[in-house]
């Protein structure tokens, strides 16, 4: 079992920057990622990271504003977002999957509870 914690969510103007993190009681090989969910929306990917930290890969709407990075002797992992846009507006949920790919597609096998996100214009 590994539980996730995230942190970091709030209210922000559009343009502005949040960053997001997610604490996890374990970290072990998990390839770790972001996931958002906005109201009346399904849940969409955002991004990932290999356990290694060496790969990393975003959904086309956050590329090249968002950054996601972990830090493994903390059991962390971040979100850096920046250029906040409204449609970005939404609950964040950290995940944790056997591999980036399995993450990306059938989603995580551990979730965290999520952290709202709301960017005003």
């Known amino acids: 079992q590994v539980q996730l914690v995230e942190s970091g969510g709030g209210l922000v103007q559009a343009g502005g920057s949040l960053r997001l993190s997610c604490a996890a009681s374990t970290f072990s090989t998990y390839a770790m990622g972001w996931f958002r969910q906005a109201p009346g929306k399904e849940r969409e990917f955002v991004a990932v990271i290999r356990w290694s930290g060496g790969s990393t890969y975003y959904a086309d709407s956050v590329k090249g504003r968002f950054t996601i990075s972990r830090d493994n002797a903390k059991n962390t992992v971040y979100l850096q977002m920046n250029s906040l846009k409204p449609e970005d507006t939404a609950v964040y949920y950290c995940?944790?999957?056997?591999?980036?790919?399995?993450?990306?597609?059938?989603?995580?096998?551990?979730w965290g509870q999520g952290t709202q996100v709301t960017v005003s214009s």
């Open positions: 995940a944790a999957g056997r591999s980036v790919l399995t993450l990306r597609v059938e989603g995580g096998d551990y």
